[in-house]
């Protein structure tokens, strides 16, 4: 993501590094996710049909 530490109208009282932690852990959240949901179909489709 970008340098938070050169973006103009940045609050200082932001906590950038958190904020970088909740997204890289919602971007890991949705892989995963999705990645398991394909899963499940390709299963589904192995054993139902």
């Known amino acids: 993501m ?3 530490n050169t ?3 940045g609050h200082p ?3 950038y590094a958190e904020h970088e932690r909740t997204y890289r852990g ?3 959240f949705t892989k995963w ?5 394909a899963g499940i ?3 589904m489709a ?3 049909l």
């Open 2 to 4: 970008a340098d938070h």
């Open 7 to 9: 973006v103009h109208g």
């Open 13 to 15: 009282a932001m906590d």
């Open 26 to 28: 919602f971007i890991a």
């Open 33 to 37: 996710g999705t990645i398991t949901v």
């Open 41 to 43: 179909v390709v299963l």
């Open 46 to 48: 192995i054993f139902l």
